[in-house]
């Protein structure tokens, strides 16, 4: 089974903080992606990446910025946290090599807080 | 452009009776179609997906859904509902001819089984 897993259920954080959202995928996957979820909105896609050091703005990426160093990590940073970013994130791999039909794995999800 | 719709944010069902979770979707292209479920304080779980063949298919759970080119819709089905069935069901679409990995997913549908 694919495990794809989040470093934290639940984060609360202060405005103007720099915060990290870590991810970790143990299937050798290619892709990676990071989405937030907001009622009303489903899921947006924040940034994916689909190689080490290799990334692709999403439909949302403002206010947010991503690292991959190796290729089982995919990690959202927020540079300067601020209410607006209070959501669910969600991490997402799946298996790559240009194709299209691959299915996406979630991870657990990670409830943010900004006060 | 690449679009999906669930028009339904909520839907009731009793036990034991079929449901259905209606899905439409917009692409320039031909279709992939994916369903996910989300139970509570959870992430994204996959239920299934259309590539191409048959357009009914079956997934995980006892959940089928049909394929409908004619009337762009992949609605999500199951004959006989249980109260276990109660979440977040999100549809997805990516299209086939711009090779992009990313998925575009609509703003969900709660589906409560009623004992």
């Known amino acids: 089974d694919v495990k794809v897993t989040q470093s934290s259920r639940y984060l609360v954080k202060r405005t103007g903080e720099k915060v990290f959202l870590e991810c970790v995928q143990d299937?050798?996957?290619?892709?990676m992606f990071w989405y937030r979820q907001d009622p009303g909105l489903g899921l947006r896609l924040i940034y994916f990446?689909?190689?080490?050091?290799?990334?692709e703005k999403g439909d949302i990426p403002e206010g947010y910025s991503v690292s991959r160093e190796k290729k089982e990590r995919f990690s959202l940073i927020l540079e300067s946290a601020s209410t607006n970013q209070t959501s669910m994130y969600l991490c997402?791999?799946?298996?790559?090599?240009?194709?299209?039909?691959?299915?996406?794995?979630f991870g657990p999800g990670t409830r943010l807080t900004v006060l | 452009a690449q679009s999906v719709a669930q028009p339904e944010d909520q839907v009731n069902v009793a036990e034991g009776n079929p449901l259905t979770v209606k899905c439409t979707y917009s692409?320039?292209?031909?279709?992939?179609l994916f369903w996910y479920v989300q139970y509570p304080n959870r992430g994204l779980q996959f239920l299934l997906k259309?590539?191409?063949?048959?357009?009914l298919v079956k997934g995980s759970y006892g959940f089928e859904a049909e394929f409908n080119k004619s009337q762009t819709s992949f609605h999500l089905k199951k004959p006989s509902a249980l109260v276990s069935d109660s979440a977040l069901y999100f549809c997805?679409?990516?299209?086939?001819?711009?090779?992009?990995?990313?998925?575009?997913f609509g703003t969900g549908t709660r589906l409560t089984v009623i004992p």
């Open positions: 692409v320039s292209g031909n279709p992939y």
């Open positions: 997805a679409v990516r299209d086939r001819e711009t090779g992009a990995n990313n998925l575009f």
């Open positions: 997402a791999s799946s298996l790559g090599l240009g194709t299209s039909t691959d299915t996406q794995y």
């Open positions: 299937m050798d996957h290619e892709n």
């Open positions: 990446s689909y190689d080490v050091k290799m990334k």
């Open positions: 259309y590539i191409t063949g048959d357009n």
